[in-house]
């Protein structure tokens, strides 16, 4: 450039001087990333985030609390494999928190359930499915092995009929695990039974 000569600027930049002409097109030009994003995406970004925290905090102390309240006993089974498969037991021992159950629970976690225990040898033990949401499976425990299963069991009618199911014989323990959880893990007659 010669001394004298005049240095053309933008026509929405005339305000500028010359000795920030280098700032301006490194303004210009530099990176994408470099440059601030909208007010209003800002905002929605920050609204996302917000939700998304508060999300996994609520999923957190959910689980944090089903796990302190009802989390009582661990109970491991052993199956034919050798496989051992844990379950996170809340104990029904009143007659009132028998007759109850699970009923009114929306949900469970995959490897959460509940456990009877039964100090009378010689009684034949009979469930039902009163207030549940969804599908359960029944496993009987006797001397440390499981002596029967009840597959799938489905909540009661609408019509309030609701079916008894019994055990096959006298159990020391019955067990109730989400719908489809012992064969997903494959778990059958015979296989150990372990609380811990």
């Not at 920030?20 to 994408?32: A, C, T």
């Not at 109850?100 to 009877?116: F, I, N, T």
């Not at 009378?120 to 029967?148: H, P, Q, S």
Request: hydrophobic share 40%.
């Amino acid at each position: 450039m010669h001394a004298g000569k005049k240095v053309k600027y933008p026509k929405h930049q005339k305000h500028i001087s010359k000795y920030s002409l280098q700032d301006y097109l490194k303004k210009i030009y530099r990176p994408s990333y470099e440059k601030k994003l909208p007010v209003e995406t800002k905002m929605l970004f920050g609204t996302k985030f917000f939700y998304l925290c508060a999300a996994l905090i609520l999923i957190a102390l959910v689980i944090f609390s089903f796990s302190k309240t009802h989390a009582e006993k661990k109970v491991i089974i052993t199956n034919s494999y050798g496989q051992k498969i844990a379950i996170y037991a809340d104990i029904a021992e009143t007659s009132e928190e028998k007759a109850k159950g699970l009923g009114g629970r929306l949900s469970m976690p995959e490897d959460y359930g509940m456990l009877y225990p039964f100090e009378d040898k010689n009684t034949v033990v009979a469930l039902w499915m009163k207030g549940m949401k969804y599908n359960l499976d029944w496993i009987f425990i006797k001397e440390g092995g499981i002596a029967g299963i009840i597959h799938d069991i489905p909540p009661c009618s609408d019509s309030g009929i609701c079916q008894k199911y019994a055990a096959p014989g006298p159990v020391d323990y019955i067990i109730e695990v989400n719908g489809g959880f012992v064969k997903s893990h494959n778990i059958a007659d015979g296989d150990k039974f372990e609380l811990k």
